[in-house]
């Protein structure tokens, strides 16, 4: 007869446990992030790949035939219409006049409230308010300031003796206009990361500065902006991004007009999927701007790189 202690079997439920800990302890990184992999995969990955694979497609939502496969057709013929490459040149127009105001009055904004002043906190909690707000919503106020006959805008120009502008409604002007909304918006993002790497700044350099008789201007040239061009290469490439595919406030204010006058990718892109209903040439105009995308901040990035070995 087989007689099995108890002492045996409580042994052998501890290896195991024991075994399982072991087992668990060495995959614990990966079963962490499983959940994380299968989100990215779920969220990010598969819309890509699917968004690739119908840009081959001819898909008409407004018509009852299945999709059928077409190759390239839908590149070739975004590729030739004139519409397409005015909302390239429109893209390129608004995003790198922004970036460049942004970029500029960022740095300056950031250095004018790191100095140590009263009210100096209540001033970067204002300022930072147009970041926060939502962009409907600023897109309607902007909407009243440009409004050509009551607006507040016209008003001040027509107090400093100047003609009224259009705004808005005139082809040349709507750019700028635009320009002006996303920087009173977004100029507070890039103040915000400058000012995070002023606080990390060493001050030895500028106490050897003042020893030297060195102005603000030289320490801000011979010191500062080096020390910050990697803070500075990050803000414009986060900014550059999401510049590039503006939409909300463009299509709230103007929706592309006038005469497409500020009709960029992202709108150009709205009109294809939700007015004509075709999401083929959609997708393979999201491919083209994510491909748009990849080849201005690729190099970017590889410049950051290059920042970091020299420092």
């Known amino acids: 007869m087989l007689i099995v202690h108890r002492h045996d079997i409580v042994g052998h439920s501890k290896r195991e446990r024991l075994v399982l800990r072991i087992m668990f302890e060495k995959r614990e990184k990966i079963i962490y992030t499983i959940p994380v992999v299968l989100?990215?995969?779920?969220?990010?990955?598969?819309?890509?790949?699917?968004?690739?694979?119908m840009s081959f497609y001819d898909w008409d939502m407004s018509s009852t035939s299945v999709p059928s496969w077409i190759g390239l057709e839908n590149y070739v013929s975004l590729l030739s219409d004139s519409r397409f490459w005015n909302s390239v040149w429109v893209t390129a127009y608004f995003s790198f006049s922004a970036l460049f105001i942004e970029t500029i009055l960022g740095i300056a904004i950031a250095l004018l409230l790191n100095r140590k002043m009263k009210g100096s906190n209540f001033v970067k909690a204002i300022f930072l308010l147009p970041m926060v707000a939502t962009p409907v919503a600023i897109a309607l106020v902007w909407l009243l300031i440009f409004e050509p006959s009551i607006g507040i805008a016209n008003e001040l120009l027509n107090n400093l003796g100047i003609?009224?502008?259009?705004?808005?409604?005139?082809?040349?002007e709507v750019i700028p206009s635009l320009v002006i909304i996303d920087v009173w918006q977004w100029?507070?993002?890039?103040?915000?990361?400058?000012?995070a790497g002023l606080t990390t700044l060493p001050?030895?350099?500028?106490?050897?500065?003042d020893v030297d008789g060195a102005t603000n201007w030289q320490k801000f040239i011979y010191i500062t902006l080096p020390l910050l061009k990697?803070?500075?290469?990050?803000?414009?490439?986060?900014?550059?991004?999401?510049?590039?595919?503006?939409?909300?406030?463009?299509?709230?204010?103007?929706?592309?007009?006038?005469?497409?006058?500020?009709?960029?990718?992202?709108?150009?892109?709205?009109?294809?999927?939700f007015q004509f209903f075709k999401l083929?040439?959609?997708?393979?105009?999201?491919?083209?701007?994510?491909?748009?995308?990849?080849?201005?901040?690729?190099p970017l990035l590889w410049i950051r790189k290059r920042m970091e070995v020299y420092v």
């Open 163 to 172: 003609d009224p502008l259009k705004w808005l409604s005139s082809p040349s």
């Open 39 to 53: 989100f990215i995969f779920v969220m990010v990955i598969f819309p890509i790949i699917y968004t690739v694979k």
């Open 203 to 209: 001050k030895d350099p500028y106490e050897s500065a």
């Open 187 to 195: 100029t507070p993002m890039v103040t915000l990361i400058v000012m």
């Open 280 to 298: 083929g040439m959609a997708s393979s105009l999201i491919v083209i701007i994510f491909a748009f995308i990849l080849l201005i901040t690729l």
């Open 230 to 273: 990697q803070t500075i290469a990050v803000a414009v490439i986060l900014r550059l991004v999401d510049v590039l595919k503006a939409f909300d406030i463009i299509y709230t204010t103007t929706q592309g007009g006038p005469s497409y006058a500020s009709e960029t990718l992202s709108i150009y892109g709205y009109v294809i999927s």
